[in-house]
């Protein structure tokens, strides 16, 4: 008879939730639709390297990326957010396993015999003071008829893959401005030559000005001319010294060291700077290269499992459970077989009237899985953006670095030309002055113009995703998978 009460109940509390039941609602995620080709790529019969775009062979630029990769507070905090999401994971995987649990209690207890009144028979007398003795173990167990703890561990596991992604992006990221640094220190470097070269041809002037002034066979005037143009070139020297303390503040901030260590570090000798071919690369390549679309798609996948779980909650949630015992009281009768005590049994909860509560969840969760999806497209054009603007920003510098380079050739040449007229009376010296400017001049372009192709080689290697970007981190399953 009780059984079946009990499965007249069940029977009658599926049939009310089934009013609510029903599938997660269906929120279209097709796929962004990417272009061919890049507009700027290179020849797809390249054999250039991803990896070439680096300055790799740098010792500055390798020192101070091993100091970042063990050290640095971004790449810490990412690392640390992948063991967070890993400890959700598994606790939402101990979630679908049993629960078992211990009590042990003694309880003493003292009551009055007046309560039970003074009319009791003879013979019989109550024992106002007892003291109980017990030991419980239960377990307690949701099967996950309907799904929700599964969908659940899913989520928390795509979290692990989307904290994994940002991890290898915050790397890839670090990467690329320690390059940059490097590049922009080794490009100062290569300016102040230019300049101290400027410098020196300028203070020549002066002294060759001088002593034509000294002579009377020029005015004196060509002299201050003369000083002016070195005066310019000094400072033009001394305010690169700004540009260099902003690079090492950036590096300390980027590798977590002192300043000391990084100056050290840049000090060391390094070869000639090189321009890299930029290797070609499909649209579709990025979807598998960069990490931030992978950790995107890994939040979407996660969104998609909170719709499973929220959906999940129309239905009933049926939980077993079980007791056993020992209950005495006296401690020496605790282990006696009359002390047994246990109990199972079953619950099920089912919604019947939760005046929209689960729909709210539900909207709420597929509101959440359009805004990922969106997220998603948006990562995957910002990727696309990225990569356009890269290909054509080096393809941009290396015909400014062409240019500069040509003009650099045509103005020493020019300015070659001017010396030898001057000497030959053909010219007088400002006309060699101003040739000697333009040439110095045009040394600091072509060097600030090398730096800039480098750098914007330096983006196109983030932007395509890095080199080894791929996560090493290794997905941790839950032991009940």
Known sequence: ?????????????????????????????????????????????????????????????AALRGDALNDAPSLAEAIARIDAARARAAGAGASRLPQVGGTASVTASRTSANQFGTNLPAGISIDTERVRYGADLSASWDPD?????????RAALARIDAASDDAAAVRIALIAEIAGSTIDW??????????????????????????RARAGIAPGFDRVRAETAAAASRSRIAALSSERARIIGRLVTLTGQSGQRVRDALALEHPASRISSAPPSLPSQLLAN???????????????????????????????SAVL???????????DEDAVVGSVGGSLLAPI??????????????ANKRAAFQAYRGR????????????????????????????QASANRAAELAA??????????LTVLDARRVADASSERTAAARGRAQRARVLLWQALGGSGSQSSQATTRSTSQ
């Open 145 to 153: 008829l309907f799904g929700k703890l599964r969908a659940q561990e």
């Open 186 to 211: 080794r490009t100062l470097t290569e300016r102040e030559n230019a300049l101290s070269e400027d410098l020196v041809a300028a203070e020549s002037l002066v002294t060759l000005a001088d002593i």
């Open 290 to 320: 960069r990490p931030d679309i992978q950790a995107a798609a890994a939040r979407l996948a996660a969104s998609d499992a909170d719709l499973y779980a929220a959906a999940a909650d129309r239905f009933p949630q049926f939980t077993l």
């Open 325 to 335: 015992g020992l209950l005495a009281f006296d401690l020496g009768d605790l282990f």
């Open 353 to 366: 009237l939760d005046f929209g509560r689960i729909e709210a969840q539900i909207d709420g969760a597929a």
């Open 380 to 407: 995957v054009f910002t990727a696309l953006g990225e990569a356009e603007a890269a290909y054509g920003l080096v393809a941009s510098s290396d015909n400014e670095l062409r240019a500069a380079a040509d003009e």
């Open 420 to 429: 030898v007229r001057f000497r030959a009376g053909l010219s007088d010296f």
């Open 1 to 61: 008879m009780k059984r079946s009460a009990f499965l007249m109940t069940a029977a009658a509390s599926l049939a009310v939730s089934a009013c609510v039941a029903g599938p997660p609602p269906e929120i279209a995620t097709t796929a962004p639709v990417l272009p061919a080709s890049f507009a700027f790529a290179p020849d797809p019969e390249s054999s250039a390297s991803l990896a070439g775009l680096l300055p790799s062979d740098d010792p500055a630029f």
